[in-house]
């Protein structure tokens, strides 16, 4: 098939390359615009664009199709067959929608109808689910509720972090958007529609949900510290700047305040409503990732301390 792909965060990079790789003409490739970023803001660019022009693909970057109506002519040109939509980051107006024989099909990393929206992932280690999975489904105006093309499980290790199991979960997703696409093309697929009545959602993430409050419980603050990592963090506060906690793990031995800081044989325990995090590296305000005992060893007073 003649195929536009649209993907941007670097965990799309395997669906873009296995689709290649099964044979089809990646016609073009679309991502989002190149964004300023870090102290310096330096212009960078997406992971998928960086790939793409390295595979000598053709990218484009409309800002948003709904505003800048003369994209969709152009991507009309292309008269590919099929749109394949992978964590791109825009909605797609109906025009766009209609625009394909075999319309747009998108890679959505939850069990739908369960989890539409933005944090999948995060909702899912939040909500201490065991299983969760991939869905493909043909892509409507609404938030992720087109029919269901196919759909596969996958386990949720315990410890897994989001952007550990949003990886995995691509890379599976990956291996069934091929699949897909040559069931479509065979005309075999019967699309299955949602159950909206059982549809959950999920939220975009923000800085502030990455504070921790240390007066709920241990696993509800690991399952917090896994979810939200690399995004927004987990953090909390030490002599007024911001702490992020990293890496932590649960300890049922060590009972102690929330939020107080112990110290004893060469680990950092944090407290909680009920048990205690031991917590192995951290990254102060303006400074690299450490481990939690230097970090203990360069400021003598973070031991009793009690984060805010």
């Known amino acids: 098939m003649k195929i536009v792909f649209m993907g941007t965060p670097y965990f799309a990079i395997p669906v873009l390359d296995k689709i290649s790789a099964d044979g089809h003409d990646i016609v073009a490739v679309y991502t989002q615009p190149d964004r300023t970023s870090g102290r310096g803001r330096k212009i960078t660019m997406s992971a998928v664009k960086e790939h793409a022009i390295s595979k000598n693909f053709q990218v ?20 590919a067959d099929i749109a394949v939509v992978a964590a791109y980051g825009t909605l797609l107006p109906s025009e766009i929608l209609d625009m394909f024989p075999y319309g747009c099909i998108n890679l959505h990393p939850s069990l739908l109808p369960k989890y539409r929206g933005a944090s999948p992932v995060s909702t899912a280690i939040l909500e201490a689910e065991k ?15 087109g029919p269901i093309l196919a759909q596969k499980e996958a386990p949720i290790g315990e410890g897994a972090l989001c952007n550990e199991l949003t990886e995995k979960l ?24 949602q159950d909206n009545e059982n549809a959950t959602y999920t939220k975009k993430l923000v ?5 921790v409050d240390w007066k709920d419980g241990a696993d509800v603050i690991w399952r917090k510290i896994r979810a939200h990592h690399p995004w927004p963090g987990s953090y909390t506060h030490f002599n007024g700047k911001k702490l992020k906690i990293i890496e932590a793990r649960i300890s049922e031995n060590c009972k102690l305040p929330p939020g107080c ?6 680990a950092v ?14 990254q102060s305000e303006g400074s690299k990732i450490t481990s939690a005992t230097d970090f ?3 400021h003598r007073d973070f031991e009793n301390s009690i984060l805010s």
């Open 131 to 145: 299983i969760t999975g991939i869905t493909i489904i043909q892509l409507d105006s609404g938030m992720d509720s």
């Open 296 to 298: 203990a060893r360069g």
């Open 207 to 211: 800085r502030k949900d990455g504070l």
């Open 60 to 79: 484009l970057q409309p800002g948003n199709f709904r505003d800048d109506l003369s994209q969709i002519p152009i991507l009309d040109d292309f008269k």
């Open 269 to 282: 325990y944090i407290g909680t409503s009920d048990d205690s995090l031991i917590v192995s590296h951290l």
């Open 170 to 193: 691509f890379y599976i997703g990956a291996d069934l958007i091929v699949e897909t696409i040559s069931k479509l093309a065979k005309g075999v697929i019967i699309p299955r529609l």
């Open 261 to 266: 800081v112990s110290i004893h044989a060469d």
